[in-house]
């Protein structure tokens, strides 16, 4: 599965930045994780919960992080495992960009799936996951309106947290889950 898409965050790219590296944000952004913790440098082991109807699944994974360049862009490459219902690995690169409204969010993942998921169309897989990220992002804007109004966002300070990336849990990472969780729980229904 391939996907691609751009956000126009209401907030300075540097406000986008802290919040794209807060787990605090990020976890309250995706329903269902209950797991991201430091394996080593860059690396996190990560547990997602989804229940969609009557349908429950639980993965776990790792999610490694590379190419990392404060506060403009990041990379990671995921796998996750959900037992019976199969697997999901793939990429991910996330890109912010100065916009006249605030910052250009954007990003691209491939992700490809194995065991039961691989049975089910990739027209049922890719609606999934974009669904998925449609959630999520509208949960990461409304959290972003909520810390950053609009007299504090834009055109306000442009500082760069000085937190190192690999201390906090960058959204892709939960793009990525979200999108390979949500793709693992439609192959398995």
């Known amino acids: 599965m391939d996907m691609q898409g751009q956000r126009v965050l209401k907030v300075t790219q540097a406000q986008a930045w802290d919040a794209l590296n807060d787990p605090e944000i990020l976890k ?3 329903a ?4 991201f913790e430091l394996a080593n440098a860059n ?3 990560v547990g997602v919960a989804i229940k969609i109807g ?5 993965f776990k994974g790792k999610v490694t992080l590379t190419d990392i360049q404060p506060p ?3 990379a990671l490459n995921f796998e996750a495992q959900g037992g019976v219902a199969g697997f999901g690995k793939g990429e991910s690169k996330v890109s912010l960009h100065p916009h006249a409204d605030g910052c250009e969010l954007q990003y691209t993942v491939h992700s490809i799936v194995g065991g039961k998921l691989a049975q089910l169309g990739q027209r049922l897989i890719d609606g999934a996951a974009k669904s998925l990220a449609e959630d999520f992002f509208k949960k990461f804007e409304t959290t972003l309106e909520a810390k950053y109004p609009p007299s504090e966002a834009v055109g306000q300070s442009t500082e760069v947290s000085a937190a190192p990336p690999s201390a906090a849990v960058p959204s892709w990472v939960w ?3 979200l999108v390979g969780a949500g793709s693992l729980w439609v192959l398995a229904r």
Do not use: E, F, Q
């Open 28 to 30: 309250a952004c995706i």
């Open 72 to 74: 403009n862009s990041y």
């Open 54 to 58: 009557p349908v429950s699944a639980k």
């Open 32 to 35: 269902g994780c209950d797991t």
């Open 43 to 45: 690396a996190y082991n």
């Open 175 to 177: 793009l990525a889950l």
